[in-house]
Structures are given as C-alpha cells and as structure tokens.
C-alpha cells in the first residue's frame, strides 16, 4: 500500500483504526500540506477523488476532502536512500525511541517498539478491562482471542472498510494487498 493508498483510506476510515473505533469516532484530517514534489491535480485524485464515490458507509463515516497545500520553502530535493531509522517520543515519560525500519525493533536493544502490533493490542485489551462500566454497549471489548479477531469485531470500521475497497474495486481501481491471516493472530 502506497503512502496515497494509505490517506485515501484514512480519507474515508479516519486515521484511528479498527481498535479505537471501540472507544472513539472516527477522527478525519483536515488538512494534508506536502513539502516538494506537490502537484494539486495529482495529489487531488489520489486521495480524495478516487474515495469520493463511496457510498453506503455507516453513519460516522463518510469520504472527506481535506485541504491540500504545499509549504512556501521548497528545498532541493536530493537523491538517496531513505534512512532505515524512524523516531517515535512519548510526551508523558518523555521517553524517545529510536527503530530500525526494517526489523520494526528498537536500535539499540532489539526489544520490540511500544507501537508494535502487539504492544497496542496489550494496551487495548487493558484499556477494555479499565472501561467495561463505560463501554457496555461494547460487550466485546478486550475480550477478543486475537489481535485479528478484535479488529475484525469493530462491524462499522469492517463495514466501511469493505465499502471502500468495492469502491475502488467497482472504479477499476485495483485490490489492495491483504495482510496475511498469519500475522495478525496473536493474542
């Protein structure tokens, strides 16, 4: 999936995911500003007009059109390789975590990031057992044998979800790849 892949999806979905459905509304953004290589026709279809026709979503979703912008300062872009690194802080304990972007683990150590798959699904179900007394509509919450199955609990994210890959299926526009069942059944 593609970085336009993947904020055309959150254009529809919001940037939330499928495990805070349980506990919020689907948060939308507002605005997207791009520092080079900004084209508004392109940017334009790639994350807003190929979700625009996607209809039939439960009622808090809904394709939205966040204002695209470039910066004033555009600076040279130069050739290279990407570094295999990416920078993750907490404002709470302000702690900083540094991650190889290959193995997803932290550089210095190996431990796996507190923003693995596993280590959200971990708060998750602590949160679900925190908030049962408030979440009751949600029965479910926390309560899931596996990562895959509590994602796939959240019916309206799931419906909106197929909403919009039929959309894009029904536009010629092309599946995009699934994750592998394998992956997400952890619990």
């Known amino acids: ?11 529809v979905l919001g940037v939330q995911g499928a495990l805070l459905t349980y506990f919020i509304e689907p948060v939308y953004l507002s605005s997207i500003i791009i520092g080079s290589n900004y084209s ?6 790639a994350v807003i007009s190929r979700v625009s026709g996607c209809h039939e979503l439960p009622s808090l979703y809904t394709p939205t059109k966040p204002v695209l912008c470039r910066t004033s ?5 130069l050739p290279g390789k990407t570094p295999d690194y990416s920078v993750n802080w907490n404002q709470a ?29 971990q708060i998750f179900r602590r949160l679900g057992g925190e908030l049962s007394c408030i979440t009751m509509k949600k029965k479910d919450v926390g309560k899931s044998s596996s990562y895959r199955e509590a ?11 197929t909403g919009l890959v ?20 952890f619990s």
């Open 73 to 77: 300062y555009q600076e040279e872009r």
């Open 151 to 161: 994602k796939h609990k959240a019916s309206d994210y799931q419906t909106a979800k």
């Open 93 to 121: 304990d302000d702690t900083v975590e540094v991650i190889n972007a290959t193995t997803g683990r932290l550089e210095q150590s190996s431990a796996p990031s507190r923003l693995s798959k596993h280590n959200l699904y």
């Open 1 to 11: 999936m593609s970085c336009s892949d993947k904020v055309a999806k959150w254009n």
């Open 40 to 45: 508004s026709d392109h940017m334009s279809r």
């Open 166 to 185: 039929t959309t894009l299926k029904g536009n010629g526009l092309g599946t995009w790849i699934k994750t592998p069942a394998e992956i997400d059944q």
